[in-house]
């Protein structure tokens, strides 16, 4: 189990709409390919988060949110009802993975500002001493 995401909150539609975002969401066959897309773009955003890529991570967030909007709640139209819950539980890990990263980068780049700001204070110290 690699955790729990909370994934009721988004509300339901049909397999056409409007993305968060803009665009247009084209109907596809079922909520197994969507949950297929979605698995695929959560995966992407795993690969971008691990590559420092968060722009990138934030245009596939964008995306599949259009996605998930889309498919939940799940319809009639599954046609495998296992695959489905191995996809979501894939979902929920690879998303877990990439919240795990966004948290190391933000701890790091708090890191490396303070590191800043403490060489800022050095230098404007040795600046007031030199006169």
């Known amino acids: 189990d690699r955790g729990v995401v909370r994934l009721g909150y988004y509300s ?3 397999f056409c709409g409007w993305q968060a975002g803009g665009g247009l969401v084209f ?3 079922g909520s197994n390919e969507l949950l297929k897309e979605i698995l695929g773009l959560t995966r992407a955003m795993h ?6 890529e968060w722009d990138r991570v934030q245009a596939l ?14 319809d009639n139209s599954i046609r495998d009802m296992d695959l489905a819950a191995g996809q979501l539980r894939e979902v929920i890990g690879w998303n877990k993975e990439v919240s795990q990263l966004a948290t190391e980068a933000r701890r790091e ?8 700001r403490q060489g800022k ?11």
């Open 47 to 52: 690969d971008e988060a691990s590559a420092g």
């Open 27 to 29: 109907p596809m066959s």
């Open 12 to 14: 339901s539609a049909f």
């Open 109 to 116: 780049t708090g890191l490396a500002i303070g590191t800043l």
């Open 61 to 74: 967030v964008k995306r599949r949110e259009g996605l998930i909007q889309a498919c939940f709640p799940l």
């Open 121 to 131: 204070a050095a230098a404007r110290a040795y600046q007031d001493i030199a006169g």
